[in-house]
């Protein structure tokens, strides 16, 4: 029962060996190199496609957030916000009671 448990420890790491030392040799070919070259360059026009929606998104929000700090600067130099504007009588004055 030892020695046969020692065998297929012994034959599953030779295979699996077996099986990385295949891959490393098909790294090291041309056809492997090329495909890994290919790889990061998908890679890198995938990550720059990225930023650049990023910096899109991030100018659009920029101009909203500007052109709204704009309107109401320009309400509050016009004086046209509502919230500025003081009533021209009171409550009191117009019940006619001071």
């Given amino acids: 029962m030892k020695r ?3 065998f297929m420890a012994g034959a599953s790491a030779g295979v699996y060996a077996a099986a990385r030392a295949r891959r490393a ?3 090291l070919t041309v056809d492997g190199l090329r495909d890994r070259v290919g790889a990061v360059i998908v890679g890198a026009r995938l990550f720059r496609d ?3 929606q ?3 998104e991030a100018e659009t ?3 909203e957030r500007i052109t709204l700090g704009l309107d109401q600067r320009r309400e509050l130099m016009a004086g046209t916000s509502p919230s ?3 009533p021209t ?3 009191h004055q117009e019940e006619g009671t001071s």
Avoid: C, M, N
Wanted: proline share 5%.
């Fill in 4 to 6: 046969s448990l020692w």
């Fill in 84 to 86: 500025l504007q003081t």
């Fill in 54 to 56: 990023g910096k899109a």
């Fill in 61 to 63: 929000d920029l101009r």
């Fill in 50 to 52: 990225e930023v650049a």
């Fill in 89 to 91: 009588t009171t409550p």
């Fill in 25 to 27: 040799a098909e790294i």
